[in-house]
């Protein structure tokens, strides 16, 4: 995980499509000495979406609990607690669609990837992966919110599968910066093409996305350390 000594992560993504910038992510990642807290504010204007998200990671990146908040055009469509309970994670949610909702999902592992959406939080499926086997797609179990293409949908506890693959290491550079890189492929789902991402150090802190289907990509635009 992220060095504790260094303090605070804080930095900005921009999302860029066909027709420039329509989006961005502001997140923060705060170290301490039994794991981190990570922070992340969406905003996705061609949908007029916003997401929040607040989620507490172990020493190993493994999530502890988190929260979410999903609004569109200012109406709330729906707000969900997750609290992972050894093999085992509980969700309290409200959402538009299916109002009140109560979960408690067995797992067959400990959990190692809870997805929410934010950029960062995606990021953190290099850490689940890992590096062996290179080049090869490996299955990951995961816990999402949403299983649509703009996490706008469902937004309860879903269990699903991402295939990962592990592609090595070279140096990028994004504006905010020059950095040595992993890069990854992730296919959320069978029928869609792969994205690559690129993360930087132990920590997976999130660089790049680029995933021609849907001509889309991210990059880190600004990180402030301390």
């Known amino acids: ?104 999902l067995p797992l067959s592992a400990p959990l190692s990837y809870l997805g929410l959406h934010p950029l960062v939080g995606d990021a953190l499926l290099a850490l689940s992966r890992g590096t062996d086997r290179p080049s090869e797609f490996l299955p990951v179990d995961i816990v999402a919110n949403s299983s649509a293409l703009h996490g706008d949908q469902g937004l309860i506890a879903i269990p699903g599968v991402i295939d990962v693959a592990y592609l090595g290491d070279e140096a990028i550079e994004v504006p905010a910066g020059r950095f040595e890189a992993q890069r990854y492929a992730l296919r959320w789902q069978p029928d869609w093409s792969p994205a690559d991402l690129w993360v930087h150090g132990p920590s997976a802190l999130f660089l790049r996305v680029a995933w021609d289907m849907i001509d889309s990509h991210y990059e880190l635009q600004e990180l402030r350390v301390g």
Request: overall charge negative.
């Open 1 to 104: 995980m992220l060095d504790e000594k260094a303090g605070r992560y804080s930095g900005r993504i921009a999302c860029f499509g066909p027709q420039g910038e329509n989006g961005r992510e502001w997140f923060d990642i705060l170290p301490h000495a039994s794991g981190s807290t990570v922070r992340a504010y969406c905003e996705m204007d061609e949908l007029d979406l916003t997401r929040d998200v607040t989620m507490s990671l172990d020493e190993a990146g493994r999530p502890r609990d988190a929260f979410v908040r999903i609004n569109r055009g200012g109406r709330t469509l729906g707000s969900s607690l997750f609290v992972v309970e050894g093999q085992a994670i509980r969700c309290e949610a409200v959402t538009a669609e299916l109002g009140q909702v109560s979960q408690r």
